[in-house]
């Protein structure tokens, strides 16, 4: 493709930004070029107060057809655009339109490589080696990752960790807390991780891969929610979600709050929620009107003698 420069792109959007409202004087957009699959375009036309006009959103589609076409050229890398305009003083005449591309370190996605997830694994692995045997490997659905190394949990790790203690089996999601890839914000992804415990002395591999499966899948919508873990927080026990006939007697999961919390990831620590899965006779004679079923939750678990 012949090559596309900025002040070619001006000449381009100079006219289609020349029909701003009557009273616009200056005008700015910014766009940000694709981050984790999503574009930002941000902008429009002002006042001479600086107050911003209503009307002109015909120049948001005319910015986005000259990024791309600066995209393809492939001049010079960059992921940020910004297009200023300023109307003529003089009648007839046409307005001055700047353009400018730049490559703005701080928004580049994390890439797959990024040290970062590594760490994240690293001090889940070492808090969960406190309280038992962690066992090799995962036990996970190994989905691939988009090309922003993205997983349904948004992050590289979708997985399950095991671990022994005595008579106990225990089941962990190892991603939830993984720093979001191709998203530059300091999070700990969806700041969470869930866990629930099992009778290994009587469990078959059957179950326990039933048990993984469900995990995932709770992970899977956690992270589609992203605030569960503030109403985990804020009510001590939710009723999440139903479950399939396979699992009966069970029918519920309940979501608690754990009270420990994983230290030491990329950006401080996230706590833990307990998964417990009950059965409808635990709490079809209890109130369930209030936000999350939170108190029918709460008696649940206090009837089998587990804190919120």
């Known amino acids: 493709m012949t090559a596309y420069s900025n002040s070619d792109a001006a000449k381009d959007l100079r006219s289609a930004l020349d029909k701003a409202p009557a009273d616009a004087v200056t005008g700015d957009w910014l766009f940000i070029t694709e981050q984790a699959g999503v574009i930002s375009q941000t902008g429009g036309y002002m006042y001479a107060d600086g107050s911003h006009v209503a009307e002109g959103n015909h ?92 997983t349904e949990w948004f992050g590289p790790h979708r997985r399950v960790l095991t671990l022994k203690s005595n008579t106990q089996l225990t089941l962990a999601t190892d991603g939830l807390s993984t720093p979001w890839a191709g998203i530059a914000d300091q999070e700990n992804g969806v700041g969470c991780e869930l866990f629930m415990e099992l009778d290994a002395s009587n469990i078959t591999s059957h179950l326990i891969d039933d048990w993984t499966h469900l995990l995932i899948s709770l992970g899977d919508l956690v992270a589609d929610g992203y605030q569960v873990a503030a109403d985990v927080e804020k009510y001590g026990a939710i009723l999440f979600c139903t479950l399939t006939d396979e699992y009966n007697p069970m029918t519920r999961i309940i979501l608690s709050r754990d009270g420990r919390k994983i230290d030491n990831l990329p950006f401080g620590s996230v706590p833990l929620i307990r998964v417990t899965p009950i059965a409808e006779s635990e709490i079809e004679h209890l109130e369930q009107s209030d936000e999350w079923a939170s108190s029918a939750a709460r008696h649940a678990l206090a009837e089998r003698q587990i804190e919120t």
Not at 80 to 96: A, C, E, M, N, Q
Not at 122 to 142: I, N
Request: proline share 5%.
């Open 59 to 150: 120049a948001l589609q005319k910015v986005r057809e000259v990024v791309e076409k600066l995209e393809a050229s492939q001049i010079q890398p960059f992921n940020k655009v910004i297009v200023h305009w300023t109307r003529s003083k003089i009648p007839l005449l046409r307005g001055r339109v700047t353009v400018n591309i730049l490559f703005d370190e701080t928004i580049v996605p994390r890439g797959p490589q990024d040290p970062i997830y590594e760490a994240a694994s690293v001090a889940r692995r070492a808090f969960w080696e406190k309280y038992g045997s962690v066992q090799d490997g995962f036990k996970a659905e190994q989905d691939g990752a988009n090309i922003h190394n993205q």
